[in-house]
């Protein structure tokens, strides 16, 4: 009964001393304390798991030079402490000098030791370490110690894991504070970005807007223009020179070319660029309805498929193609043209190459004196002009009357 009450009483000390541990300053000082208080050894060693290193860690290291200490810690797990750890079982050498089994071989010691006790440290069913004791006194340790120590062990081992996770939660926590922290940063930043983007997308519109305006105001100035131009020639009160009512003609029709442009924009709102192909077809139309030629003598070899240029160089690029559809309409047929009459364009762009707009004719030759760089018809100097500020080149296969404009995007063709 007395036997029993001290181990009770002796079980609540230890209760008490370990139950309020939370770190493992406490936990080792904790240890020591009880320790002495069971059972009074020279030498003591806890040895526990380390999950970062991946093997054990010696603390409580009584009775050890510093330089033992080291040695024990790097071969604990080759040795009883290892032993022990791995298959959780209590080893008890109660006289070193009569153990037939050598159980008791070990790394030496300043100290002469005659009995050993093992025991493992868990946490409920899991090895956490070893805890180890050696007396220079044989059978030094009765039952009582042996079930007070692992009661300790056992219960050293569940604070030592809970001193773990403890550490880990503050980890976790701060690296949740952490990213709770940047979260509210990034969403910061996200609201200013959006509030920036909001501001750009409300400025951008008010100037698409702008310029859709522009490009109509545009329009509709030239169109008063050709208007203008079109009563002046048809005031009959007027005694007009025909040659002036061809030279007006034709700048009407330019005006109209470059007005279009501006139509072919406000429809698409694409301020930046045009479809060449869309606007290629549009010139044709403008320039049969101006000459009343009937718009199925005109042929198209292209794809129905956009081919985008910067506005200015799809200015250049139809005013070219108007007055080399002009031209073929009133120096390669006859007035009246028929089926068989045929004006073709093609637009061919390949990979890496530029651009080029082809524009033949089925109708009378060129005059065997006809050179296209020495020709300095007004129509032609035009066309010369507007090439040089595409950076392009325009050709002419004469026999076929084939002329070839090619330019690129970007930079000279």
Same mark, same amino acid.
């Given at each position: ?31 020591? *304390?009880? &320790? ?11 040895? #526990? ?41 209590? #080893? ?37 370490? $070893?805890?180890?004791? /050696? ?9 009582? =110690?042996? $079930? #007070? ?5 056992? +219960? ?9 996770? $403890? ?17 509210? =940063?990034?969403?910061?930043? &996200? ?22 305006? &522009?490009? =109509? ?10 208007? +203008?131009?079109n009563l002046r020639l048809n005031d009959r009160n007027t005694d007009v020179h025909p040659e002036y009512n061809y030279y007006m003609t034709d700048l009407m029709n330019k005006i109209r070319t470059m007005a279009l442009i501006h139509e072919v924009v406000d429809e698409s709102n694409d301020f930046s660029r045009i479809d060449i192909v869309k606007y290629t077809q549009r010139i044709a139309e403008l320039a049969c309805q101006a000459y009343g030629i009937? &718009? !199925? ?30 031209? /073929?309409? *009133? =120096? ?5 043209? @028929? ?9 061919? *762009? ?13 109708? *009378? ?25 595409? @950076? ?6 004469? /026999? ?9 995007? !970007?930079?000279? $063709?």
């Open positions: 009964m007395a036997r029993d009450l001290e181990i009770i009483t002796n079980i609540d000390d230890i209760s008490k001393q370990l139950g309020n541990v939370t770190d493992m300053q406490g936990l080792t000082s904790s240890i020591e *304390k009880i &320790i002495d208080s069971i059972v009074v050894v020279p030498y003591t060693g806890l040895y #526990l798991f380390d999950p970062v290193s991946k093997g054990l860690k010696l603390y409580c290291a009584k009775g050890f030079t510093k330089e033992e200490q080291k040695e024990a810690e790097r071969t604990a797990m080759e040795r009883h402490p290892g032993e022990v750890f791995m298959n959780q079982k209590t #080893l008890i050498i109660d006289d070193v000098e009569s153990d037939c089994l050598k159980q008791s071989l070990s790394s030496e010691r300043s100290f002469r030791v005659r009995s050993r006790l093992w025991l493992p440290v868990k946490s409920i069913d899991e090895s956490v370490g $070893a805890f180890g004791l /050696a007396s220079s006194e044989k059978n030094a340790f009765s039952d009582l =110690h042996v $079930a #007070l120590l692992s009661f300790t062990c056992n +219960l050293a081992g569940v604070v030592y894991k809970n001193i773990i996770y $403890a550490g880990e939660k503050r980890i976790f926590e701060k690296q949740i504070s952490s990213f709770k922290t940047e979260r509210t =940063h990034l969403e910061e930043e &996200i609201e200013q970005i959006k509030s920036k983007q909001q501001n750009l997308q409300r400025t951008l519109s008010e100037r698409e807007l702008l310029i859709k305006e &522009i490009h =109509h105001r545009v329009k509709n100035n030239m169109q008063v223009i050709t208007s +203008l131009i009937d &718009i !199925n003598n005109v042929q198209y070899k292209f794809k129905d498929k956009p081919l985008y240029v910067d506005l200015e160089k799809g200015i250049s690029c139809g005013l070219i193609l108007h007055e080399l559809i002009t031209n /073929a309409i *009133k =120096h390669g047929f006859d007035e009246n043209l @028929d089926e068989n009459n045929l004006i073709s364009i093609g637009i061919v *762009k390949r990979k890496n190459k530029p651009i080029e707009l082809v524009i033949e004719d089925n109708g *009378k030759p060129f005059k065997e004196d006809f050179d296209l760089e020495k020709s300095n018809s007004f129509g032609m100097s035009i066309i010369g002009t507007l090439v040089e500020q595409l @950076d392009g080149s325009l050709s002419l296969e004469k /026999a076929k009357k084939r002329y070839s404009l090619k330019f690129n995007l !970007n930079g000279k $063709a």
